[in-house]
């Protein structure tokens, strides 16, 4: 018997090495304290953020030069980045090759200009500072840009090649407005990316201590009408972004990136808690928490980070206004409120006893039409609460299996489990499948599973359901 276990870890063991999905991230560092220039992260787990290979970091060359924004072709072959530096709106783009690059063995020293352009007019002598870019499936490369003297905010795109590296068709597409303000003295670090579907997600972050981080959207047909210079696209609040604790990051929140996996990436620059952070599925009134770091490597210069993922919709397809739940008399009831909803399918209502084993019972169809929402809808769920449920016979079932298959010897006690287990399991049946145990305890914890239409799945926070009588 033991043999027969061996073989199914060793199987279950080569299975799960299979199909562990791992990233690359690439990484901009600033601080010349430590050596600028760009770093990539092999074997990277979407699921934390945790960075299990090796970090290889560029030559320097142009990278003595600091930039805060850099951004991967679709292909994931080349890296654009623009110059930091001080200009009146002239700026110019730069590729790379992405190392290790099969035709490379060593790593590229410099990048390439492939690009020189001029955003707001030569007339115009306000400072812009490049602080967003990022690249869509399509080949496309977006910048958000700001005025520092105004506070205007500029959006335009190139295309990019990914097979050679070179830039073409630069276009000004207009303003921006955050929330229906046109302009942003504050709209200071950040970046952007765009997911499978041509959403974009922009990141902004007040340039000081303990500043607010903001993570804004922008649909991929809202973003498909800015066509020119007099066009204005209005982004909308996502997510507020919060450390563990639930307050702001002492460093400043620079860079986002999508995993492989729909999960957001984020760059926190500083010495405190400075590294890289990833967005749990847990959003509360539209503040997300981020975890981390899994890397702290240039922390205090970590200035931008970036992927070639491009994932059809984010981890995060629903934003909770409210959970709530209690128990009364004998019933559970559950009801919570969603701000914005994304390709959603379902809710699943899971409890647990103690919060840590939960258990599916019963589903609420989502109200948003074809799974899309960004009104407020409210939900309800109701359950009879003072039964056993099958849980427990299912438990000894799989106690009865494991016993059976330790020892051929335990046949007589696996009888007696599984008539156990059988008996529990028709009690619950028998009375009504409508009933949840809860053997007398005076609480249940509760969690709501959102499910997507591709089957994904991401749980809420966990609360507390207790009786109000």
């Given at each position: 018997m033991k043999n027969v276990f061996l073989f199914?870890?060793?199987v279950l063991g080569s299975f799960s090495t299979a199909i562990a999905q791992t990233d690359i991230l690439y990484t901009i560092n600033n601080d010349f304290s430590v050596g600028t220039g760009i770093t990539q992260l092999s074997n990277v787990d979407p699921n934390n953020a945790t960075v299990n290979g090796t970090s290889t970091n560029y030559a320097t060359g142009d990278f003595t030069t600091n930039s805060a924004?850099?951004?991967?072709?679709?292909?994931?072959?080349?890296?654009?980045?623009?110059e930091q530096t001080t200009n009146t709106g002239n700026f110019d783009v730069r590729s790379i090759p992405a190392f290790p690059d099969p035709g490379a063995p060593t790593a590229p020293t410099a990048g390439s200009v492939?690009?020189?352009?001029d955003l707001?007019?030569?007339?115009?002598?306000?400072?812009?500072?490049?602080?967003?870019?990022?690249?869509s499936p399509d080949g496309w490369a977006y910048m958000v840009t700001t005025e520092e003297t105004t506070g205007q905010i500029y959006l335009s795109r190139f295309l990019t090649d990914g097979n050679t590296g070179a830039a073409s068709n630069f276009q000004n597409l207009g303003t921006i407005t955050l929330d229906g303000t046109p302009l942003s003295p504050n709209f200071n670090n950040g970046d952007l990316v765009l997911d499978g579907a041509g959403n974009m997600y922009i990141l902004v972050n007040l340039d000081a201590t303990?500043?607010?981080?903001?993570?804004?959207?922008?649909s991929a047909a809202t973003l498909a009408a800015a066509t020119?210079?007099?066009?204005?696209?209005?982004?909308?609040?996502?997510?507020?972004i919060k450390n563990e604790s639930g307050v702001n990051f002492q460093g400043l929140v620079t860079g986002l990136a999508l995993s492989s996996t729909g999960t957001f990436y984020v760059a926190v620059q500083g010495p405190t808690d400075g590294g890289i952070y990833y967005i749990n599925s847990g959003v509360q009134a539209g503040v997300v928490t981020i975890k981390g770091p899994g890397n702290t490597a240039n922390n205090d210069g970590l200035a931008d980070l970036t992927s070639s993922y491009f994932p059809a919709t984010t981890v995060l397809p629903v934003t909770y206004n409210t959970i709530e739940a209690r128990i009364q008399g004998n019933q559970l009831i559950v009801n919570w409120s969603t701000l914005s909803e994304t390709n959603n399918a379902r809710f699943d209502i899971e409890v647990s006893k103690?919060?840590?084993?939960?258990?599916?019972?019963?589903?609420?169809?989502?109200?948003?039409?074809?799974?899309?929402?960004?009104?407020?809808i409210e939900y309800s769920f109701t359950k009879t609460v003072d039964l056993p449920v099958a849980v427990m016979g299912i438990s000894l079932f799989s106690l009865a299996a494991i016993l059976l298959l330790t020892n051929r010897r335990n046949k007589g006690l696996f009888s007696i489990v599984m008539i156990l287990g059988a008996g529990l399991t028709f009690a619950s049946c028998s009375k009504s499948s409508d009933q949840v145990d809860v053997s007398g305890e005076s609480k249940l914890f509760v969690r709501i599973v959102q499910v997507d239409k591709d089957g994904k799945k991401s749980a809420s926070k966990v609360i507390t359901a207790y009786r109000a009588d």
């Amino acid at each position: 018997m033991k043999n027969v276990f061996l073989f199914l870890s060793l199987v279950l063991g080569s299975f799960s090495t299979a199909i562990a999905q791992t990233d690359i991230l690439y990484t901009i560092n600033n601080d010349f304290s430590v050596g600028t220039g760009i770093t990539q992260l092999s074997n990277v787990d979407p699921n934390n953020a945790t960075v299990n290979g090796t970090s290889t970091n560029y030559a320097t060359g142009d990278f003595t030069t600091n930039s805060a924004a850099m951004a991967m072709s679709a292909n994931g072959k080349f890296i654009y980045y623009i110059e930091q530096t001080t200009n009146t709106g002239n700026f110019d783009v730069r590729s790379i090759p992405a190392f290790p690059d099969p035709g490379a063995p060593t790593a590229p020293t410099a990048g390439s200009v492939v690009l020189s352009e001029d955003l707001n007019g030569a007339a115009n002598t306000n400072l812009l500072y490049f602080r967003r870019l990022g690249t869509s499936p399509d080949g496309w490369a977006y910048m958000v840009t700001t005025e520092e003297t105004t506070g205007q905010i500029y959006l335009s795109r190139f295309l990019t090649d990914g097979n050679t590296g070179a830039a073409s068709n630069f276009q000004n597409l207009g303003t921006i407005t955050l929330d229906g303000t046109p302009l942003s003295p504050n709209f200071n670090n950040g970046d952007l990316v765009l997911d499978g579907a041509g959403n974009m997600y922009i990141l902004v972050n007040l340039d000081a201590t303990g500043g607010d981080a903001v993570i804004y959207h922008v649909s991929a047909a809202t973003l498909a009408a800015a066509t020119g210079p007099t066009s204005v696209t209005n982004l909308t609040t996502k997510y507020i972004i919060k450390n563990e604790s639930g307050v702001n990051f002492q460093g400043l929140v620079t860079g986002l990136a999508l995993s492989s996996t729909g999960t957001f990436y984020v760059a926190v620059q500083g010495p405190t808690d400075g590294g890289i952070y990833y967005i749990n599925s847990g959003v509360q009134a539209g503040v997300v928490t981020i975890k981390g770091p899994g890397n702290t490597a240039n922390n205090d210069g970590l200035a931008d980070l970036t992927s070639s993922y491009f994932p059809a919709t984010t981890v995060l397809p629903v934003t909770y206004n409210t959970i709530e739940a209690r128990i009364q008399g004998n019933q559970l009831i559950v009801n919570w409120s969603t701000l914005s909803e994304t390709n959603n399918a379902r809710f699943d209502i899971e409890v647990s006893k103690n919060g840590k084993e939960f258990v599916n019972i019963g589903s609420v169809a989502t109200k948003a039409t074809n799974g899309n929402s960004d009104a407020t809808i409210e939900y309800s769920f109701t359950k009879t609460v003072d039964l056993p449920v099958a849980v427990m016979g299912i438990s000894l079932f799989s106690l009865a299996a494991i016993l059976l298959l330790t020892n051929r010897r335990n046949k007589g006690l696996f009888s007696i489990v599984m008539i156990l287990g059988a008996g529990l399991t028709f009690a619950s049946c028998s009375k009504s499948s409508d009933q949840v145990d809860v053997s007398g305890e005076s609480k249940l914890f509760v969690r709501i599973v959102q499910v997507d239409k591709d089957g994904k799945k991401s749980a809420s926070k966990v609360i507390t359901a207790y009786r109000a009588d």
